[in-house]
Every structure is written in C-alpha cells, then in structure tokens.
C-alpha cells in the first residue's frame, strides 16, 4: 500500500496522558500536514513539515502540541497531558516536492480522551 | 466570518439527479482549489483540483472556480448511493501549502 499511513487508527487516553500519533507519508513523498477535525466540523490545518524541518506550525496550539518529522522513520504529534477537548479525528496529508498542494491524506487517528 | 463557507446540508437527492454543491471564499490570494469525499469516518479522498479560475471535467465530476465572484461549485452527474458522503472544498493560496477547509456538505443520494 502506497498510500499515506496512520497508526493508531484509535486511541483512547485517559486525562493527563500523553498520546503519540504516526504519520508514514506516500511513497515518494517528503512534506507531512497534520490536520484535525472536530466532530460536525471541516479540517483545520496544524502544522507542516518536512524531514527534520518544522515549515509552518501556526495551526499548533501553543502547549502541550508538539511534531516532529524525523530523517528516519515516521512524523509523530504527540500531545501530551490530554483533556477531554484533544478529543477528535487527526489526519495526515503528505504531498510531492513539486505539487505541494495537492495533498493525500490518511485514513486518520481516532483520539478518544477519558 | 470564516475564510471559507459551506452548506452543511444535509442534502438529499434521488438517484440519477444532478447535485450540485458550493463554497464561497473570502480570501482573494487562494489559487489552488480542491474537492475532497469523505465516507463516514475515513480519510478525505481528493476529487478534483483546480488552479485558478476555470473548469474542469473528470468523468461524472465537474469543478468549477469563479475567482471573481470568490465561489467554487463541484457537480456530480447521474448521481449514484456510493456518492453519499461528506464532501469538503478546501483551497490555499500561491506559496502557501496548508490547506482552508470548508466545513464539508453531507450528501445523500436515494435508490
């Protein structure tokens, strides 16, 4: 599958914990968007990358919401000590060097916050 | 006022029917204009892109982009039930990779 992986598809975290969600972007592929969506709500931008180069965080909120894009391995957002609000879909998208806009996302995280 | 409008619908049609669906925008440097599906919990799927004004046709999908009136419309022909799904506008503008959504139009199509 060559498509843009996520995993977990569900998390459930308790207040207070911290959850690391996973981005593998498309073959080929070398800019990570991370996006969340709020129930009955579009897709609100977070933060995009590239490897080891945070591009553009002005969708991040100011704490507890960190990224990364590694050289090696896959991008990670962790937040961490959850509250019930963090709960929601996040999606990544990854797009081409020469097609930045045109973005392909994953199938999503679920974060479940008890 | 959010930089991009769109009817939530729910909008509910019959089979065969042409459906027609609309965002309006607010900011005049968007350029790149993007329909995407999203099937009840599932990722968006991009549909149609478009830069700058003009059509474009892709089988029963047709997107169209008027810049001066600052309004997109994406119409899907003989509408089918596997076309039930949410489906977003989004847009950005030139050097700007992220993405303005809209707030996506729930789609039903009827047997």
């Known amino acids: 599958n060559a498509g843009v992986m996520q995993n977990p598809r569900h998390l459930v975290r308790r207040r207070g914990q911290e959850a690391r969600l996973r981005c593998s972007p498309m073959?080929?592929?070398?800019?990570v968007y991370w996006y969340r969506q709020l129930p009955e709500e579009g897709l609100k931008f977070m933060v995009y990358?590239?490897?080891?180069?945070?591009?553009?965080e002005s969708g991040m909120p100011k704490e507890r919401f960190s990224a990364e894009f590694p050289k090696e391995g896959p991008s990670i957002l962790r937040i961490q000590q959850v509250v019930r609000g963090d709960s929601a879909a996040y999606f990544c998208?990854?797009?081409?060097?020469?097609?930045?806009?045109?973005?392909?996302f994953g199938a999503g995280t679920r974060l479940s916050v008890l | 006022q959010k930089e991009v409008e769109q009817d939530p619908g729910p909008l509910s049609v019959p089979e065969g029917a042409i459906v027609s669906l609309n965002c309006t925008y607010s900011?005049?440097?968007?350029?790149?204009f993007m329909w995407y599906r999203q099937y009840s919990r599932k990722g968006p799927e991009l549909l149609m892109y478009t830069y700058s004004s003009g059509n474009k046709e892709d089988g029963r999908f047709t997107a169209q982009v008027d810049k001066s009136s600052k309004y997109i419309s994406l119409f899907i022909r003989d509408s089918q039930p596997s076309d039930s799904a949410t489906y977003l506008c989004a847009m950005s503008a030139q050097g700007a990779q992220k993405l303005v959504f809209g707030q996506g139009t729930r789609l039903t199509i009827n047997p």
């Open positions: 998208a990854s797009s081409g060097t020469n097609a930045k806009n045109i973005q392909y």
């Open positions: 900011n005049s440097a968007f350029q790149y």
């Open positions: 990358l590239q490897k080891e180069n945070i591009i553009d």
């Open positions: 073959k080929g592929h070398s800019h």
